[in-house]
């Protein structure tokens, strides 16, 4: 990324947060600012906010902006900042944590991708695994970003006026943050959001179950089937299983030319189930299987509960992440995607999972014939 000649100071709290919890390294800091080059400032737009984040939308600064304009900088030494310029930053977004209970920092969580996750998607896969082709193209960069107190004010404010639902705690000091990719659909293509879920069945249920661990949890909350897909036919690389899906997704966010929702229905067709698509759920299979073999309710018979409950937080946040699809209208174009949400779960939550799995398993929502059909990989058509 390129640097700038502005430099600026860090404040002594704002300092020894960031030598103290620098997740990474190449770790930023934003900071307001009134007289750095315009080539370097950005503004912030509320863009979304869901059950642990929220999100916002890092813009190109003008005059004409109408907000208060802010540099994110690279600390080179001391409590010195240098500018870097915004071309790398405002394709991306900046996510923040809303502090909920038993949800981990924003520091934590790219220390945690860094340092566990990241290395489950080497190119030459985990010890024991059959993958060999590269996986780690389909992972987004976490990089940490200090807020600063007076970056987090402006944010609390346009977070309290777009969404009063979804407030952010009132700041009381630097925060860390996290920049990601901006996987809002670019002209000319669109993006789907697919929670891959439970890749196989859970190591908990009854040998005489007639769905999967995820279609089981749909039943116990009585969802809705409709746009609903069990995860356990998206690794089934069979096209008549996912067609009706595929085409409801496409036609729901499709901006295209009419005659091409076809071709565009096919080319994702072949992604999903024999090209990268299928490469890369087949992996997160491999590694839910590995990762839990045994299953959270065998907890208690562990002979080292230290790497069973990691293990176990990593399965569980393979199964919690989403995959973003960008799919190209163009014929004959190449579709890419991405995870998202791979945040190494906390370890406050394994009670939680037990007591889940306790429910659908005494609650016979594995067994039970009198709820919904969810079309479950299980079940024979």
């Not at 502005?6 to 990474?24: C, I, V, Y």
């Not at 503004?43 to 600064?61: D, E, H, M």
């Not at 065998?298 to 002979?303: E, G, I, L, N, V």
């Not at 174009?333 to 406050?348: G, Q, V, W, Y």
């Amino acid at each position: 990324m390129a640097q700038n000649t502005w430099t600026g100071r860090l404040r002594p709290s704002e300092k020894t947060s960031f030598d103290s919890l620098t997740p990474a390294p190449g770790a930023l800091c934003c900071v307001a600012n009134t007289d750095a080059p315009q080539e370097t400032l950005v503004y912030f737009v509320y863009l979304n906010s869901g059950a642990a984040n929220t999100v916002f939308r890092i813009q190109p600064w003008s005059p004409k902006s109408g907000s208060k304009a802010f540099v994110f900088a690279r600390n080179d030494r001391g409590d010195a900042i240098t500018a870097v310029q915004r071309d790398g930053i405002v394709n991306q977004v900046l996510r923040i944590s809303k502090g909920v209970d038993k949800s981990l920092p924003c520091e934590d969580v790219v220390y945690g991708f860094e340092h566990d996750v990241r290395p489950l998607f080497a190119p030459t896969g985990p010890p024991g695994s059959t993958v060999a082709r590269r996986v780690d193209a389909h992972l987004m960069d976490h990089r940490g970003v200090l807020l600063s107190t007076d970056v987090l004010e402006e944010l609390f404010v346009q977070l309290n006026t777009a969404n009063k639902s979804a407030v952010l705690p009132t700041p009381t000091g630097a925060r860390w943050g996290i920049l990601l990719p901006d996987m809002s659909p670019a002209p000319g293509s669109m993006t789907l959001e697919v929670k891959p879920k439970w890749l196989l069945q859970s190591p908990d249920a009854p040998a005489d179950a007639i769905r999967c661990r995820t279609c089981a949890l749909q039943a116990s909350r009585h969802r809705d089937a409709k746009g609903y897909i069990c995860p356990l036919r998206l690794v089934g690389r069979d096209q008549r299983d996912i067609v009706p899906w595929v085409r409801a997704s496409i036609v729901a966010h499709y901006k295209g030319p009419p005659d091409a929702v076809d071709e565009v229905v096919s080319r994702l067709l072949e992604y999903i189930t024999t090209g990268d698509g299928q490469f890369l759920l087949q992996h997160l299979k491999v590694l839910q299987a590995t990762l839990d073999p045994v299953g959270v309710l065998c907890r208690d018979s562990a002979t080292d509960k230290i790497a069973f409950d990691r293990n176990l937080r990593l399965a569980m946040t393979l199964r919690d992440c989403s995959w973003f699809v960008n799919v190209p209208y163009a014929t004959g174009s190449n579709i890419t995607s991405k995870l998202a949400d791979l945040d190494f779960k906390s370890a406050a939550k394994l009670h939680d999972w037990a007591q889940k799995e306790e429910e659908l398993v005494k609650g016979n929502w594995y067994t039970r014939k009198d709820v919904a059909d969810y079309r479950c990989g299980l079940a024979q058509d």
